[in-house]
Protein backbone atom coordinates (compact mmCIF):
# COMPACT_ATOMS: atom_id res chain seq x y z
CA UNK A 1 0.00 0.00 0.00
CA UNK A 2 1.69 3.29 -1.06
CA UNK A 3 2.21 5.53 1.75
CA UNK A 4 -0.44 8.83 2.37
CA UNK A 5 0.64 11.71 0.97
CA UNK A 6 0.82 15.07 2.67
CA UNK A 7 -0.36 18.50 2.06
CA UNK A 8 0.10 21.37 3.73
CA UNK A 9 -2.56 25.04 2.94
CA UNK A 10 -1.60 28.15 4.19
CA UNK A 11 -4.95 29.79 4.35
CA UNK A 12 -5.31 33.72 4.20
CA UNK A 13 -8.96 35.06 4.26
CA UNK A 14 -10.17 36.86 1.65
CA UNK A 15 -11.58 40.45 1.38
CA UNK A 16 -15.04 39.56 1.56
CA UNK A 17 -14.46 36.58 3.86
CA UNK A 18 -12.18 38.66 6.12
CA UNK A 19 -14.83 40.96 6.84
CA UNK A 20 -17.10 38.48 8.28
CA UNK A 21 -14.44 36.72 10.29
CA UNK A 22 -16.89 35.60 12.85
CA UNK A 23 -17.97 32.98 10.24
CA UNK A 24 -14.73 31.22 10.16
CA UNK A 25 -15.83 28.22 12.18
CA UNK A 26 -18.50 27.87 9.53
CA UNK A 27 -15.80 28.21 6.83
CA UNK A 28 -13.53 25.84 8.30
CA UNK A 29 -16.22 23.71 8.81
CA UNK A 30 -16.90 23.44 5.12
CA UNK A 31 -13.06 23.13 4.38
CA UNK A 32 -13.61 19.95 6.33
CA UNK A 33 -16.73 18.54 4.45
CA UNK A 34 -14.68 19.33 1.21
CA UNK A 35 -12.04 17.83 1.84
CA UNK A 36 -13.77 14.25 3.16
CA UNK A 37 -15.62 14.50 -0.48
CA UNK A 38 -12.23 14.48 -2.11
CA UNK A 39 -11.18 11.16 -0.56
CA UNK A 40 -8.85 13.25 1.82
CA UNK A 41 -7.49 11.31 5.12
CA UNK A 42 -6.85 13.22 8.64
CA UNK A 43 -6.94 16.58 8.01
CA UNK A 44 -6.04 18.94 10.97
CA UNK A 45 -6.84 22.59 10.74
CA UNK A 46 -5.17 25.58 12.70
CA UNK A 47 -6.03 29.00 13.05
CA UNK A 48 -2.71 31.28 12.97
CA UNK A 49 -1.72 34.32 14.25
CA UNK A 50 0.32 36.27 11.43
CA UNK A 51 0.34 36.69 7.72
CA UNK A 52 -2.01 33.63 7.28
CA UNK A 53 -5.27 33.12 9.33
CA UNK A 54 -5.16 29.29 8.93
CA UNK A 55 -3.71 26.06 8.19
CA UNK A 56 -4.75 22.96 6.85
CA UNK A 57 -2.52 20.00 6.93
CA UNK A 58 -3.85 16.54 5.39
CA UNK A 59 -3.01 13.42 3.71
CA UNK A 60 -4.62 13.02 0.25
CA UNK A 61 -4.41 9.51 -2.07
CA UNK A 62 -3.36 11.71 -5.20
CA UNK A 63 -1.91 15.03 -6.15
CA UNK A 64 -5.09 15.67 -8.70
CA UNK A 65 -7.64 15.66 -6.22
CA UNK A 66 -4.94 17.64 -3.28
CA UNK A 67 -4.95 20.24 -6.05
CA UNK A 68 -8.38 19.97 -6.77
CA UNK A 69 -9.21 21.26 -3.21
CA UNK A 70 -6.75 24.06 -3.74
CA UNK A 71 -9.05 25.23 -6.52
CA UNK A 72 -12.04 24.82 -4.89
CA UNK A 73 -11.23 26.86 -2.17
CA UNK A 74 -9.92 29.74 -4.29
CA UNK A 75 -13.08 29.19 -6.36
CA UNK A 76 -15.45 29.95 -3.14
CA UNK A 77 -12.78 33.32 -2.93
CA UNK A 78 -12.79 32.49 0.94
CA UNK A 79 -9.42 32.14 0.80
CA UNK A 80 -5.99 32.58 -1.09
CA UNK A 81 -4.03 29.87 -0.44
CA UNK A 82 -0.58 28.47 -0.55
CA UNK A 83 -0.16 24.51 -1.35
CA UNK A 84 3.13 22.49 -0.29
CA UNK A 85 3.59 18.80 -0.99
CA UNK A 86 5.40 17.99 2.51
CA UNK A 87 7.39 14.87 3.18
CA UNK A 88 7.62 13.47 7.01
CA UNK A 89 10.92 12.42 8.41
CA UNK A 90 10.85 8.78 7.80
CA UNK A 91 10.87 9.71 3.83
CA UNK A 92 13.86 12.49 4.20
CA UNK A 93 16.38 9.29 3.62
CA UNK A 94 14.80 8.46 0.32
CA UNK A 95 14.67 12.52 -0.82
CA UNK A 96 18.32 12.41 0.01
CA UNK A 97 19.17 9.12 -1.75
CA UNK A 98 17.93 11.26 -5.11
CA UNK A 99 19.39 14.28 -4.70
CA UNK A 100 23.12 12.03 -5.01
CA UNK A 101 23.67 11.65 -8.24
CA UNK A 102 22.51 15.25 -9.52
CA UNK A 103 25.52 17.44 -10.30
CA UNK A 104 26.74 20.40 -8.26
CA UNK A 105 25.78 23.97 -9.42
CA UNK A 106 27.50 26.26 -7.30
CA UNK A 107 30.72 25.97 -5.63
CA UNK A 108 29.79 24.04 -2.18
CA UNK A 109 30.67 26.85 0.37
CA UNK A 110 31.82 26.28 4.22
Known amino acids: MPQPRYYIYLLKLTGDAGASVSDLEAYLSEIREAWVTLGGGDLQLFVTLGVYDAVAI ?22 QTVTMRAYPDDQVGAVVEYMAPLPTILPVRH
Open 58 to 79: GTMADEPKAAAFAMYLAREDLF
